[in-house]
């Protein structure tokens, strides 16, 4: 089974430059979230899709960040204008859950975001 | 009260000791408590999970011991091993609203020394 894919894997931009980050899924996981990892904490989560609809964007930085879920399959988040804050690993991670109890989530390998 | 509380940030033993790393919670309506492990350059991974409704599991040599009325649960690595060192996060879902929500802690760095 193919896990969950990210691209491009590194970035590097100046600040006020904008960057897309992009997420395939696994196959058939109906929630797919977006993670800010910056370095030496635990991931944070931004957003939170369920197929293509928005459940939690509670701590996405909206004036600056944006994410949309075409078709309940792949996911881009965008950063417009970046910020030196920005800087980290920005993670995909997909789970099969569609309701009970909570389950795995699945993680691909991030997109590590350089803002000069 | 969203937020898991793990300790200690870092974390060194000797190859053949036992790796201790706690967390707790607030939050009752936490339903699953899952670890997982972070090599450098890759994204985390499941290592072993655990429901409020048993008080510890065994894979191997990773076990989790829950408390509930403590609200605390830990993660103990037996026989260490150079390849174990990596960093660990601890974390905490809640399917209220529906809806399957990760919360993670701040995470362990283990260094396992030969």
């Known amino acids: 089974e193919a896990g969950v894919a990210q691209s491009p894997r590194y970035k590097i931009i100046e600040k006020r430059q904008s960057v897309a980050f992009w997420c395939n899924p696994i196959s058939g996981h109906a929630t797919l979230y977006w993670y800010q990892q910056i370095l030496g904490q635990g991931p944070k989560l931004l957003i939170q899709?369920?197929?293509?609809?928005?459940?939690?964007d509670s701590q996405l930085p909206k004036d600056r960040f944006s994410a949309e879920r075409l078709k309940g399959v792949d996911s881009t988040l965008k950063i417009q204008p970046a910020k030196l804050e920005d800087s980290a690993v920005y993670l995909c991670?997909?789970?099969?859950?569609?309701?009970?109890?909570?389950?795995?989530?699945?993680f691909g390998e991030g997109s590590r975001l350089t803002v000069l | 009260q969203q937020q898991v509380k793990q300790s200690p940030q870092s974390l060194i033993v000797q190859k053949g000791g036992i790796s201790i790393i706690n967390c707790a919670y607030e939050n009752t309506a936490f339903d699953y408590f899952p670890w997982y492990q972070q090599f450098p350059g890759k994204g985390p991974a499941l290592l072993i999970a655990i429901r409020p409704d048993v008080s510890e599991k065994k894979e191997g040599r990773f076990t989790i011991s829950f408390n509930k009325s403590a609200k605390q649960f830990s993660l103990h690595i037996m026989d260490s091993q150079p390849g174990d060192s990596a960093t660990y996060f601890c974390?905490?879902?809640?399917?209220?609203?529906?809806?399957?929500?990760?919360?993670f802690g701040a995470g362990t760095r283990l260094a396992v020394h030969p």
């Open positions: 899709f369920q197929n293509n609809g928005v459940v939690d």
């Open positions: 991670a997909s789970s099969a859950y569609r309701g009970g109890p909570s389950g795995e989530l699945f």
């Open positions: 974390a905490a879902s809640s399917p209220s609203g529906g809806y399957n929500k990760l919360i």
